[in-house]
């Protein structure tokens, strides 16, 4: 408004005159005014009204100036921008033509492949921002499914089996929604670093924009999320195979064993899913397919058991320091003998001990596991059987083995007789899971047992045979000859540590032992010789088997032709002419041994016989046949005194031979 009043107010003449205006205002003055002349009034109004203005345009004379550089620069730049929207205008068309059009198909494929680039179009490019807000507000959801395999490793490691299990089965779930395929067909090509597929790529497949970003969308993180998870699986059923290996009891391994059926179950609900999404291309119809899911299951039971025997027999075959094993190490061979009372013996019995408890545990838990379900198909548990059976059966061969090596070192019957008792209890208490092999022990230990009896003849015979070469070399006879005389021996008073009371020449003693013929003492090579034999007969009897008996027998008939022979063969040596030193005596004291050992022989092969029972046998069979004789003779005379007829039994002749050998032997 001041600017207006400005412009409508005349301005100033550069005519005005001050002196003037002086001279009019001093001639007014002495003339008198009428103070109600309304022009007067006007007058004076209107020169405060000028001098007002005056003053006011004289105050804002800065602001006048700088409002019109103003508007005047505000024109300028106006009509500079309207020229430069002028000259945009055809730009800005063609830029909109490009951004509608966007990537073609045809030769720009081929320079996209070739490292072109095609501008995308106005609309893909909102739908891809739209796009990456949505995903943002998800997130923190999306940061939880990425960090599922981290998740499940961590359990893994803490021992969080249930965890573990249901993140697995929460990504047979994300499979099925998604219907993610794998392995995905062709996958692999254009795969980056991190295993995604490069925009150009994806955008080159095709002019199907909506193609490539489900391609290029949350399919492919789905598949990397799930691919994950099934590696984590096999690294969890590593994980439970691997605990099968150790000691475990009977909880953890029924835990075990759930956890890994679980992940079977997960295995198969994948395969049947793959089979109602079509992704497995079955010419059968439902049926059929439901068939396969069946033998899947009963396959994957059948896996689950084998791999629960490889599991708990590598414990077993691992552990050597309570197994047979630690007895057969490198240092085995250096030990000359395991005796009764050493420490070794102990170990022995204590790892026969530990190896029944463990094969015991591991087949009752295998019972409780996989045979202890009512609800379990008949087949599926004659299948669980046999395999047991068949894991028994190797066990209980790779024992037997491994205690016929530990056996060669035994050289005590006593023992011996330890370890029969140890491994017969393993044995029956094999038996309360079918597996009883109490059979397979006897020719183990028949043979253990000749062959320590057979050792100890044959030190004797190799003593002999020593000590008789020892002094024909030496021409010396007092270590054949005892130093009492002959007739002392023969009269019984150069008895050693027995009273001519308790034992009698050639007869038994008061224990039911025959005693040995006086004559031996006369020659000590030959007592030495009946002394091993003996300690032979007393390891039979601390480890009596019968099945030994035979091969005993065969074997003590050999060593007692072999003593002949070495007899008849230092007879004949020291009958060689030239024989140096005390040629007479040593030829006396082989005709002496030759004379004595027919005694000795004979009480050899009695001593065998009574150290088998088999003398009480004969005995009491030849007492069975006297008595029946003699109930025949008795019929016979009753029956010719009835009828007036003397008869004679045929048998008479026999009978009293019999009776006569009777006597003898209970003489």
């Not at 990504?171 to 998604?178: E, V, Y």
């Not at 005693?515 to 007393?538: C, H, K, M, T």
């Not at 060689?576 to 005390?582: A, I, R």
Request: net charge negative.
């Amino acid at each position: 408004p001041v600017l207006e009043y400005r412009l409508s107010v005349k301005p100033l003449t550069s005519s005005f005159d001050p002196a003037s205006v002086f001279n009019m205002a001093s001639s007014e003055s002495h003339s008198i005014p009428d103070p109600l002349d309304e022009s007067l009034l006007s007058q004076a109004a209107f020169s405060s009204a000028n001098d007002a203005l005056r003053s006011l345009c004289a105050r804002f004379t800065p602001t006048f100036v700088a409002v019109q550089r103003r508007d005047i620069r505000l024109e300028e730049c106006l009509g500079t921008l309207l020229a430069r929207l002028d000259s945009a205008a055809d730009g800005a068309e063609f830029a909109e033509q490009r951004l509608e059009v966007g990537s073609k198909c045809g030769d720009e494929r081929q320079n996209i492949m070739e490292g072109g680039f095609v501008a995308p179009s106005l609309r893909s490019l909102a739908e891809r921002h739209r796009l990456r807000r949505r995903t943002l507000l998800q997130h923190s959801s999306l940061l939880e499914l990425l960090e599922l395999p981290a998740l499940m490793d961590a359990c893994l490691r803490a021992g969080l089996y249930d965890e573990s299990l249901a993140i697995a089965a929460f990504g047979n779930a994300l499979q099925r929604r998604h219907s993610v395929r794998f392995p995905h067909p062709g996958a692999e090509e254009g795969l980056g670093k991190n295993g995604a597929r490069s925009s150009q790529v994806l955008m080159a497949e095709g002019c199907d924009l909506q193609e490539s970003k489900q391609k290029d969308g949350g399919e492919e993180v789905i598949f990397s999320v799930v691919s994950s998870l099934r590696s984590r699986e096999q690294d969890l059923r590593h994980h439970l195979l691997t605990r099968l290996r150790g000691g475990i009891t009977m909880p953890h391994c029924l835990e075990i064993v759930t956890a890994l059926r679980r992940l079977n179950g997960i295995e198969l609900e994948r395969k049947r899913t793959d089979v109602a999404y079509g992704h497995e291309r079955d010419k059968g119809g439902p049926n059929q397919k439901q068939i396969d899911l069946e033998q899947d299951h009963s396959a994957m039971e059948l896996r689950l058991m084998v791999e629960f025997f490889e599991g708990r027999d590598s414990w077993l075959r691992d552990s050597a320091s309570i197994g047979l094993s630690s007895l057969s190490g490198p240092d085995a061979n250096d030990m000359l003998s395991i005796g009764a009372e050493g420490a070794d013996s102990e170990l022995l019995l204590n790892n026969i001990d530990a190896i029944r408890t463990r094969t015991f545990e591991v087949a009752t838990q295998f019972i409780a596991i996989f045979c202890g379900a009512s609800s379990q198909a008949p087949s599926s548990q004659d299948q669980s059987l046999h395999l047991l059976s068949m894991w028994l059966t190797r066990r209980i061969q790779f024992f037997l083995s491994s205690l016929k090596v530990q056996l060669s070192l035994v050289k005590d019957a006593a023992l011996l007789r330890d370890v029969l008792d140890a491994t017969n209890f393993f044995a029956s208490s094999m038996g309360r899971v079918g597996s009883d092999f109490q059979c397979l022990l006897a020719p183990i230990f028949e043979e253990r047992l000749s062959d320590i009896v057979i050792k100890c003849w044959s030190d004797g015979v190799e003593a002999l045979d020593v000590t008789l070469k020892v002094c024909r070399d030496a021409g010396m006879a007092g270590p054949l000859m005892s130093t009492a005389s002959t007739s002392d021996i023969l009269e019984g008073s150069y008895v050693t540590g027995v009273s001519s009371g308790h034992v009698s020449q050639g007869g038994f003693s008061e224990t039911g032992t025959p005693s040995p013929p006086r004559r031996l003492l006369a020659s000590p090579p030959l007592a030495r010789f009946v002394n091993a034999f003996l300690d032979g007969l007393n390891e039979v009897r601390r480890c009596l088997l019968a099945g030994s008996f035979e091969m005993l027998r065969s074997s003590s008939v050999s060593m007692l032709e072999q003593v002949d022979d070495i007899l008849l063969a230092n007879e004949r040596a020291v009958l060689t002419p030239g024989l140096s030193g005390e040629a007479l005596r040593l030829r006396d004291a082989a005709s002496q041994m030759r004379t004595g050992w027919i005694e000795g022989r004979e009480y050899c092969t009695l001593a065998l016989e009574v150290a088998f029972g088999s003398v009480e046998r004969d005995r009491k069979e030849r007492k069975d046949d006297i008595e029946k004789r003699e109930e025949k003779a008795k019929a016979a005379e009753l029956e010719a005194k009835s009828s007036g007829v003397e008869v004679r039994d045929q048998d008479e002749d026999g009978f009293m031979e019999s009776s006569e050998a009777l006597q003898s032997d209970m003489q």
